[in-house]
Nanobody
Framework: VQLQAYGGGLVQPGGSLRLSCAAS????????IAWFRQSAGKEREFVAA????????YYTDSVKGRFTISRDNAKRTAYLQMNRLQPEDTAVYYC???????????????????WGQGTQVTVSS
């Protein structure tokens, strides 16, 4: 059972990146998926989540209108499209999968069962 996050890199302010989260060893259909991020000296923070069916999405306020979370269960992959990136978006981004996540807990890291290894996103000119 493994999640692999990739797609990070260095981008200029205002640029875009798409992160991917690929699952192996389990079917993604039964899991809510979330993206968290952690920058130096800060706690891991919630970025976005998507329900198992993909019908509901949730975002932290600072990324609403700029980031879009999506999933393709057939490909066992989830995505985070990040547009209009800003220097404060710089962080290591982690994807997570949880089988028993409910609305009240989706922003809590401990609600998730599996984690990817993280991918670095750096926004700088």
């Amino acid at each position: 059972v493994q999640l692999q996050a990739y797609g990070g890199g260095l981008v200029q302010p205002g640029g875009s990146l798409r992160l991917s989260c690929a699952a192996s060893g389990f079917a993604l259909d039964y899991y809510a998926i979330a993206w968290f991020r952690q920058s130096a000296g800060k706690e891991r923070e919630f970025v976005a989540a998507i329900a198992r069916s993909g019908g509901a999405t949730y975002y932290t306020d600072s990324v609403k209108g700029r980031f879009t979370i999506s999933r393709d269960n057939a490909k066992r992959t989830a995505y985070l499209q990040m547009n209009r990136l800003q220097p404060e978006d710089t962080a290591v981004y982690y994807c997570a999968a949880g089988a028993r996540v409910i609305t009240s807990s989706l922003r809590v890291p401990t609600a998730y069962d599996y984690w990817g290894q993280g991918t670095q996103v750096t926004v700088s000119s």
